[in-house]
């Protein structure tokens, strides 16, 4: 007798939210298995279906994530009923498992709401989809000077297309952050040309005139005439000029992040609040992170797939791996800082609070100069207090206290070679963390605002389980901390070894290789 066919289903265990991306957990309840590749959330009324952002399957148990801001052609989800299209077996805890409640994104467009069920009749998990375009995330009232800028630079952009004579291929690298060259930008820049790379490509860089400053008229008539002829475009931060025009999709578009990891959410992970800039994300090409861990938070945060997101590691990361220029770094920063010589070298790097760089600010009511500076007294101790660069606002160190206490907010020494001289962090929220974890050195983070924080910022992990340290709340509680060396320190190379694919060398070459040179990853 021939045995009866079974349609694969699943037992769906749990639907939640985690920021934009909708988590189902289930089981499999029959023996035939279900491919997580093949599945899918289909619209009701016809159209493109939506693959999920990732499934694993581990034995029965089956995990689906389905990110609703970056569904077919990487836009939100439309409007509409969807369905995933396998069946949901009929379960007593049926309608509590499907009860995630509406994610609401309020984007630039408009504010989109998905409300996820599961039909108890129909055995399906169904979202529903709706969009409202009267309540709108800051609403971006451009001038008519400023529209006028655009339509000038768009019009630039395609006479120098029609012009376009064929020859090298150009690379671009831009940045809306720095006046000069530094950062991923500078070490991928400068071994190319190292490589001789220089002598088959045009290599162009175009950056910002000045932190607050906005690009000058003729800056952005050439940086117009560049984007027309680029083949190749590095960024290291959101570039809002790939918002003004439509390139070519045989133009790939790297971002080298310059962040070393995913920590503070950013980007399409803090829908509800969005900059304008994020809209430049969903271009890239390809991405590049340090392992294969954050690659979900990064595709997440850029709006584009995950085998877009490409582990390559950091090219200014580059240095933590080469013992030449390790001792380099490490007597740059001693003659940066001649105090720190045969000194406890503590290094005091919070980042910044506000959303913008023109709100850039950090609290110094929470420094005590005077009790800092008797610890290091006690500890024959020397801190250097180093603000975020976003931070304009200039340290103000008692004259009496200098001795052991060091404003290292300048441009003496590279944080990253500064870092070599280091024998204690201290931080807060700042991805510094990354780089130093890799000296395998400890940690203490002072977080006074950390509920403040995760309500308006939030992490893609939670604080108290992410940082390789110990967390402190109050000034005090950190000289004690300091005091008896207690910084949990254990934590430092698991958290190394869980954020850094490749503990080498190589990272700037796998850049140039894979990325400007190969054609590793999908078109856009």
């Known amino acids: 007798m021939q045995a009866v066919s079974e349609d694969p289903a699943i037992e769906v265990a749990s639907v939640h939210w985690e920021r ?47 990110n609703v801001l970056v569904g077919p052609g990487l836009q939100p989800l439309a409007p509409g009923r969807w369905t995933l299209d396998v069946p949901v077996a009929a379960a007593p805890k049926l309608a509590a ?76 690298f831009a ?33 910002k005139p000045g932190l607050t400053e906005r690009w000058r008229f003729l800056d952005r008539f050439r940086l117009a005439r560049v984007l027309a002829s680029a083949d190749v475009i590095v960024l290291d931060d959101s570039f809002l000029p790939l918002t003004w025009v ?35 994300h969903k271009s890239y090409t390809a991405a590049i992170v340090s392992s294969e861990f954050d690659v979900p938070f990064y595709a997440e945060a850029f709006g584009i797939p995950e085998e877009r997101v490409i582990p390559t590691g950091i090219p200014r990361m580059d240095r933590f791996f080469d013992e030449k ?53 006690e500890r024959d101790a020397v801190v250097i207090i180093r603000m975020h660069p976003f931070v304009l606002e200039p340290l103000h160190i008692p004259e009496p206290f200098r001795d052991r206490l060091v404003d290292g907010s300048g441009d003496e020494v590279d944080v990253n070679d500064l870092l070599f001289a280091v024998d204690l962090l201290i931080t807060d929220y700042s991805s510094i963390v990354f780089e130093y974890s890799t000296l395998r050195r400890p940690m203490l983070f002072f977080a006074y605002d950390l509920d403040d924080y995760v309500a308006t910022r939030d992490f893609y992990v939670p604080f108290e389980t992410f940082v390789p340290g110990r967390i402190v709340r109050t000034f005090p509680e950190m000289l004690d901390a300091i005091r008896r060396d207690d910084y949990e ?28 040179l190969g054609s590793v990853v999908p078109a856009r």
């Not at 129909?122 to 008519?144: G, K, Q, W």
């Not at 376009?164 to 150009?170: I, L, Y």
């Not at 390139?247 to 503070?264: D, E, T, Y």
């Open 175 to 207: 940045s809306r952050l720095i006046s000069e060259m530094s950062g991923n930008l500078k070490v991928v820049h400068e071994r190319m040309v190292e490589r001789g790379l220089d002598r088959d490509h045009d290599l162009v860089i175009m950056l």
């Open 246 to 280: 439509t390139l070519s999709p045989a133009v790939r578009i790297i971002q080298l992040w310059h962040a070393a990891g995913a920590f503070k959410t950013v980007g399409y992970s803090r829908a509800g609040l969005p900059d304008p800039n994020v809209r430049a």
């Open 325 to 377: 220029a390790r001792a380099r770094g490490l007597a740059a920063a001693r003659v940066a800082f001649p105090e720190t010589e045969g000194r406890m070298t503590i290094l005091f790097a919070p980042t910044y609070r506000g959303d913008t760089i023109r709100e850039a600010s950090y609290d110094f009511e929470q420094l005590d100069y005077a009790a800092l500076h008797a610890l290091c007294v």
């Open 20 to 66: 934009v991306q909708l988590i189902v957990q289930a089981r499999t309840t029959t023996s035939v298995p279900i491919d997580p590749a093949r599945l899918r959330l289909v619209p009701d009324g016809g159209g493109e279906p939506m693959v999920p952002t990732r499934a694993t399957v581990d034995g029965d148990r089956l995990t689906i994530r389905f």
């Open 97 to 172: 498992a499907g009860s995630a409640g509406v994610g609401t994104f309020t984007l630039e467009r408009g504010t989109e709401r998905v409300t996820p069920r599961i039909d108890a009749r129909a055995h399906r998990l169904t979202l529903d989809v709706a969009f409202d375009e009267s309540v709108r995330a800051r609403p971006r009232r451009d001038s008519l000077s400023a529209r006028i800028r655009r339509a000038v630079f768009r019009g630039i952009v395609a006479l120098s297309r029609l012009v376009r004579r064929g020859g090298r291929h150009r690379v671009l």
């Open 489 to 516: 320190a254990g934590k430092v190379v698991d958290f190394a070894a869980r954020h850094f694919a490749h503990l080498d060398a190589g990272s700037t070459d796998r850049v140039i290789d894979q990325l400007i």
